[in-house]
């Protein structure tokens, strides 16, 4: 008698999760326990052509993007970990590209987040009083940060508009690039999330607004279509990765962490610490006009309905590290950064404004540029560490206070990113907010969101409270500094603040 033939072990299903940041591209592929099984990360070249301009080269991105998401898979599958059944996108914000449709080709290289070289535009914006316009349909303040004067940048500088108009070009972010180039070119889409931070995008009606089309005169024929962030983006192209696999699900990377932290509930609030750092605090349903200077702008949308948030946005946290280790040759890596700072009793009185590219948020200072404070005879590079280290955590200080003085009670704050590998940081984090720091088991949650969307949208989680349930601390960190140090230590921070803004051409 014949033996039943043996059924074959179901695959576990894996979900990969491509994290396209400022300085880098990653691939991680996650079980359904979120738990990180294998991780790719390639680095690419930052382009500075004039002062205060930052670029990517597309190509880049693509092609290292690409790289790490095929290493990702081909470690977890070969491996027997199971099988990659959906593809989430997370990525650096606002970056700006602009490319032909037939050929996918970009006609400049991207504009990245950071550049400020629309300063100047957008201050004739805000001279003809349209700041207020802005502000109430995106949330959003007059500023080169934003997608929209960088696009109109590009068209005017490319003499691209008539072609724009016959829509012959393509606009996106990271993910509509990335989408597109995965499909082979078969969708041109974005999510809610990406799209709220363009400055054309009406988060009260959730749509591409006509009046913020015409203030940056953008042709409406170059726009992606806006999806859910747990949405059906397109399959990538069978000679990418030997099959077929769905996007299902995209967010912007700040988030995306958002969701990585399971922040769900008004009141909830995650700090990311990468190449900059992005304070989010929930505020549900309610679009929360800030009257701080603070952005309203969307957590996340989920079957139509969406989740608002307030951000503070600061743009140099990892990469004065990172300056560190490349420019000035202080760090070999930024792991040392800990133990130099630790070193040091105090800091000395020496303070580093970081405002290598203009101030964020609470100050919105485009024209601002870095300073170092307190330099004696006896300062040493470990001054400097420690003095970029505490740049974070008092640029974190100003967005929690304008947070706090726009109505919300926070009093514990999740965060993530590389840098909270550094305890030393998170110590001095909860000194300086005065508050408890809790740090999560899985500090990739940017990456960690985009998978969970992907899984939501698949099928493998019914609802945000199954991905609730997986959240886990790691540990917490409670304020053990005097309050008199702390405000001491606050006092010289606003004084070196105000000493930078002044120093200006």
């Not at 926070?410 to 110590?427: C, E, H, P, S, T």
Request: aromatic fraction near 8%; include cysteine.
């Amino acid at each position: 008698m014949k033996e039943p033939a043996m059924k074959e072990p179901a695959m576990k299903p894996l979900i990969l999760a491509l994290d396209q940041g400022t300085t880098s591209s990653r691939a991680i592929v996650f079980d359904a326990e979120a738990r990180p099984l294998s991780v790719a990360q390639y680095e690419f070249p930052q382009h500075y052509p004039r002062n205060a301009w930052v670029e990517h080269d597309p190509e880049d991105i693509w092609q290292t993007s690409l790289r790490a998401a095929r290493e990702a898979i081909e470690k977890a599958e070969n491996e027997g970990l199971g099988k990659v059944l959906a593809i989430g996108i997370t990525n650096q914000r606002e970056t700006t590209f602009l490319w032909n449709r037939k050929d996918g080709r970009c006609l400049h290289r991207a504009i990245v987040w950071q550049d400020r070289r629309t300063s100047a535009y957008c201050e004739s914006l805000r001279a003809q009083g349209l700041e207020k316009t802005v502000q109430e349909k995106t949330g959003l303040l007059l500023d080169p940060y934003f997608s929209a004067s960088k696009l109109t940048w590009l068209l005017d500088q490319l003499d691209a508009r008539s072609a724009a108009e016959r829509g012959e070009l393509a606009f996106g972010t990271v993910d509509s690039f990335l989408i597109y180039k995965l499909t082979g070119g078969k969708s041109h889409f974005t999510d809610a999330t990406n799209a709220s931070r363009t400055s054309l995008f009406n988060i009260r009606t959730q749509a591409w607004d006509e009046d913020l089309l015409k203030i940056f005169k953008i042709p409406a024929a170059l726009l992606p279509e806006v999806k859910d962030c747990a949405d059906n983006f397109g399959v990538s192209e069978k000679s990418l990765f030997g099959r077929e696999i769905p996007i299902l699900g995209v967010a912007g990377d700040q988030h995306a962490a958002c969701i990585g932290q399971a922040c769900f509930t008004p009141g909830d609030i995650k700090s990311t610490y990468g190449t900059g750092c992005f304070a989010m605090v929930n505020t549900g349903k309610t679009m929360l006009a800030s009257q701080n200077r603070l952005l309203s702008t969307l957590a996340y949308r989920l079957k139509g309905e969406a989740c608002y948030a307030l951000e503070g946005s600061i743009f140099i946290a990892g990469a004065a590290m990172q300056w560190l280790r490349d420019g000035l040759k202080i760090l070999s890596n930024a792991r040392e950064s800990a133990s130099l700072a630790a070193s040091l009793e105090s800091n000395d009185g020496v303070y580093l404004v970081p405002a290598f590219t203009g101030l964020g948020a609470p100050w919105w200072d485009a024209e601002a540029r870095g300073s170092i404070l307190g330099l004696t005879r006896a300062t040493v590079p470990a001054h400097f560490v420690r003095a970029a280290l505490e740049s974070v955590c008092y640029q974190t200080h100003d967005l929690i206070a304008a947070m706090r003085a726009d109505g919300c009670a926070i009093k514990r704050v999740r965060v993530d990113g590389g840098m909270v590998a550094n305890n030393w940081l998170n110590q001095f984090l909860a000194d300086i907010l005065d508050c408890a720091i809790d740090k999560p088991a899985v500090l990739e949650t940017t990456a960690l969101g985009a998978a969970y969307l992907a899984a939501l949208q698949y099928g493998l989680y019914n609802s945000l409270e199954d991905i609730q349930k997986q959240w886990q601390l790691q540990e917490s960190f409670s304020p053990a500094m005097p309050a008199v140090e702390r405000q001491g230590l606050l006092k010289k921070w606003q004084s070196a603040v105000q000493a930078t803004r002044a120093f200006k051409d």
